[in-house]
């Protein structure tokens, strides 16, 4: 076990690796540069002296080597150059909490509702309840994430005043997002609970719980659930990764200052350092959660054991 | 056994996620339950947020004894380091935090006009090249005594080349100051200099008639020495990085979210602000925004959407003022191009655009036509430049022929006079549909009137800077704001040295005229020069073809009053105030 999660560590590490390379050498080929975000051609003298005090006016394989060098070195990501004065790691830890926050809550309402609904659409298979389930699944994942927001936003703030239109901080601002955000979740885990509660429910070991006389309700909590959910956490993985990253159009529409924003603004404004510490974050994150999916698996289905563990 | 464990594991989740929740809750102490908002909708006119009912409004005079304002911001701030960041969000805040040694205030009439402000007095020598201010007595927010020496070291620090201010550029008219931000020269040898903690002596290159509106800018705000240099990079990210001399503190900054501006009670003129809390929300998105303003959760906001703007104007709580901008949007060739080379080419096809339609069809009515280069609400001396100079595109619209002067062109050029021979491509700097519909209606516009094979590329706002720079394009599209109130600032841009604006144009009369302009201090002789000058720009080489003045469409509540809707007005919110906001019962 120890010598899989090394090795897969060491696996991560060159992975991060690749990606930080190839997204730090694509991003200074794309035409463009910070400046370009004032609209306006600045005198010469302006831009040199710009580009010298971030080190821009250097070639692009010595800015690299700078900046894995204070990477690896220090951890540190460099400064902002869009947001002058800010490190580009205090502005990731600062906005992913927000993003956290949000996301946490959202997954943890979308999963549970998700499981929820899957499990009853399969258990009243081809009846209403299941019609009902996959309609609003169905609704989940075709309808676009910013037209469920708006709709939101309009029903529940300004025409019935029930909650703040944006903003953040307290509770109240974070009802309307979680539900927008939630919806995706749901329709992707009723539909997968569903189908695999289907195929659960067929099996022999089901039919001897039941031939012994197990109550309904223990079957499914027993039996049936823990063989459905496990190619649910096989999605898990992603969205842990994305729960910290935020979401781009969820935190636009409500102005929650989340990290998301930062991933398009960045690449619009050319923030180059902002742009490589917010794709290594993402980065590591996303094969983090991998990893912990594949031991997850481990710990819920004793047939699968990770390999290195005889 | 394991199953037992799972279910632990997936409780424990849960359990967390909804402590996380309540834990949330707790943040909000009573009063604000959602419910209050709800139950208030009942009451007819005005609409509120829960909290404001409980303020009490005096009912004599009416001027609400809550002083409080909340607008909003479209982005962040950049930082509130005066000599970095560009973006008009941090200039806003500035303005409100810092005090300039002058203002652009705005009268009822929203004329704007030169006021002291943190200098109490100030005057030039005779030929306008020396200015000298008298420093007000006022204090830093950390009690403080403010002194010249702020001043000289803010405009210092900004032209520091090791600052690298993407604004330094601003002030450039200041005694060397292109050799001190080219590292030529110390930043001592600066024409800025402290005589006294009252007085500071500005020397300029040359005399500057427009000198005064370069005061405002947040190159020129004062900055504590001691401060900047304790704080490092970090100076201007944070609240407690900075200290303040203007009317507002800054309060609150939660980054992308919210700033809350307080009143200043060691400002000098503390006593005329009415205002006690500017609550700033950062909203990006136009929607959320106005759904926001709909709902009364904001005091006023700006939208050119026909369908919001009809909303509003129906609205009979709300104001609605019209306001030019100082603004030009244009056509600009690249006269190093084989085909835009030619004047006549290029007259040609600024004069085929029906400024009035593309008004109409474009920008739903809301822009104004531009036949000028410097965008109206610009003055010179105290009228209004626009008023006085007929736009030199008129002209050419009302005594040429498009056809023609395109034959004439192609002709003069040697090459084949059949127009439909001739493709020209037009880069468009963003991508989104309203770019898509616009390329698509010039396209429409030259296929008809020129019979010219027009090609519309878009590309994104970056990509169409690098190419414009690199002299990669014929003809490009683009926006200029101006920054100071003259029409120097606009015409300016044309100088064959200035680079500004990508057409690689070349015209040693009109850098003759905007020289003269620049030295000159009548007004009368200035606008003369300037005069001609656009002539020869618009008319006689069209290096570029003016084609709306942006109009914004502002709407606050009516009870909002005094704060003015000039754009080039730099009075901040200090002078605003609310009045009957609560109904009086």
């Known amino acids: 076990m120890k010598k899989y999660i090394i090795k897969r560590i060491a696996y991560m590490l060159l992975t991060l690796w690749i990606v930080i390379t190839l997204t730090f050498f694509l991003m200074h080929s794309i035409p463009g540069d910070p400046l370009a975000y004032m609209a306006k051609t600045l005198p010469e003298q302006t831009r040199i002296n710009f580009y010298e005090k971030y080190g821009l006016d250097k070639p692009v394989y010595v800015q690299y080597g700078i900046f894995m060098k204070n990477l690896i070195t220090k951890g540190d990501l460099g400064e902002s150059i869009r947001y002058p004065g800010r490190t580009v790691t205090d502005t990731i830890s600062k906005h992913a909490t927000v993003s956290g926050r949000l996301g946490l809550q959202a997954i943890a309402v979308g999963i549970t509702i998700g499981i929820v609904l899957g499990v009853i659409a399969a258990l009243n298979r081809n009846r209403w309840p299941d019609y009902l389930v996959m309609f609003i699944a169905i609704l989940g994942v075709t309808v676009p994430l910013f037209i469920i927001a708006a709709l939101l936003q309009y029903t529940l703030s300004v025409k019935f005043k029930l909650l703040p239109t944006t903003g953040w901080g307290k509770f109240k601002h974070t009802i309307i997002p979680t539900i927008a955000m939630c919806f995706g979740s749901i329709a992707t885990y009723a539909r997968y609970m569903r189908s695999n509660v289907l195929e659960v429910i067929n099996q022999d070991y089901i039919l001897t719980a039941q031939a012994k006389g197990v109550s309904p309700f223990n079957v499914v909590r027993k039996h049936v659930l823990r063989n459905a959910i496990l190619p649910a956490i096989t999605i898990l993985g992603p969205q842990i990764a994305g729960i910290f990253t935020g979401s781009f159009v969820i935190e636009r529409i409500f102005s929650i200052p989340g990290l998301g924003s930062y991933y398009i603004s960045s690449i619009s404004d050319r923030d180059y350092t902002m742009i490589i510490g917010t794709t290594v974050f993402y980065a590591a994150l996303f094969i983090v959660s991998q990893l912990v999916v594949d031991l997850l698996y481990g710990v819920v289905d004793p047939r699968i054991r990770v390999s290195g563990d005889n | ?585």
């Open chain 2, 1 to 585: 056994m394991r199953s037992k464990k799972y279910l632990a594991l997936l409780l424990v989740v849960m359990l967390v996620s909804i402590l996380a929740v309540g834990c949330g809750s707790d943040d909000t102490p009573n009063t604000d339950e959602p419910a209050t908002n709800g139950n208030e909708e009942k009451e007819e006119g005005e609409k509120q947020e829960g909290e404001e009912v409980d303020g009490t409004s005096s009912a004599t005079f009416g001027l609400d004894e809550e002083q409080y304002l909340t607008f909003v911001l479209d982005a962040e701030p950049s930082t509130l380091d005066p000599s970095k960041g560009a973006d008009n969000y941090s200039n806003t805040i500035l303005l409100n935090v810092m005090e300039p040694l002058l203002r652009l205030e705005e009268d009822s009439d929203n004329n704007t006009a030169i006021a002291a402000a943190g200098a109490e007095s100030w005057e030039a020598n005779e030929d306008g090249t020396v200015w000298t201010f008298k420093i007000r007595d006022n204090t830093w927010s950390d009690g403080v005594k403010v002194r010249a020496q702020d001043y000289e070291y803010g405009i210092k620090r900004s032209l520091d080349p090791d600052t690298a201010s993407p604004y330094s550029w601003i002030i450039g008219d200041i005694k060397n100051a292109s050799k001190v931000n080219s590292g030529e020269l110390p930043v001592d040898e600066l024409g800025v200099k402290a005589l006294d903690d009252e007085t500071l002596e500005i020397t300029l290159e040359n005399p500057t008639p427009y000198f005064e509106q370069l005061t405002y800018n947040r190159t020129m705000l004062p900055q504590r020495q001691d401060i900047v240099e304790a704080q490092g990079d970090k100076f201007g990210t944070e609240i407690e990085t900075v200290v303040f001399n203007g009317p507002f503190t800054l309060s609150t900054w939660v980054h992308n979210s919210e700033l809350i501006l307080t009143k200043n009670e060691s400002y000098w003129n503390a006593e005329e602000v009415l205002m006690e809390t500017v609550n700033l929300k950062i909203i990006q998105d136009e929607n959320a925004r106005l759904n926001s303003l709909t709902n009364g959760e904001i005091d006023g906001s700006a939208t050119n959407r026909p369908e919001w703007r009809e909303q509003f104007m129906a609205n009979e709580d709300m104001v609605h003022y019209e306001v030019v901008n100082p603004t030009t949007f244009f056509m600009f060739f690249n006269t190093q191009d084989e085909v835009f080379s030619n004047a006549n080419i290029r007259k040609a096809f600024s004069a085929a655009v029906d400024r009035e339609e593309l008004a109409n069809v474009i920008f739903d009515g809301i822009h104004t036509p531009a036949y000028g280069w410097v965008p109206p609400t610009m003055n010179i001396g105290d009228d209004e430049y626009r008023s006085l100079v007929d736009g030199p595109v008129e002209k050419l619209v009302k005594e040429e022929d498009p056809v023609e002067l395109l034959q004439k062109g192609l002709e003069e050029l040697g090459m084949d006079t059949d127009p439909s021979k001739l493709t020209v491509t037009i880069s468009l700097g963003g991508t989104d549909q309203w770019f898509r519909t616009y390329g698509e209606y010039l396209q429409q516009v030259f296929n008809t009137k020129l019979g010219v094979d027009f090609q519309v590329q878009q590309m994104e706002w970056p990509v169409f800077d690098s190419n414009v720079n690199k002299g990669d394009f014929q003809i490009g599209y683009m926006s200029w704001g101006a920054d100071y109130n003259d029409p120097s600032n606009m015409l300016n841009l044309f100088r064959s040295d200035a680079g500004a604006i990508g057409t690689g144009w070349v015209n040693e009369r009109y850098d003759e005229l905007i020289d003269l302009a620049g030295k000159e201090m009548d007004v009368a002789k200035r606008l003369e020069y300037f005069r001609e000058a656009e002539g020869i720009l618009l008319y006689e080489d069209a290096a570029v073809a003016p084609i709306v003045f942006p109009r914004s469409n502002i709407f606050r509540y009516e009870y909002v009053h005094n704060l003015g809707i000039n754009p080039f007005s730099t009075q901040g919110y200090k002078n605003a105030y609310t009045w009957f906001r609560e109904p009086a019962n």
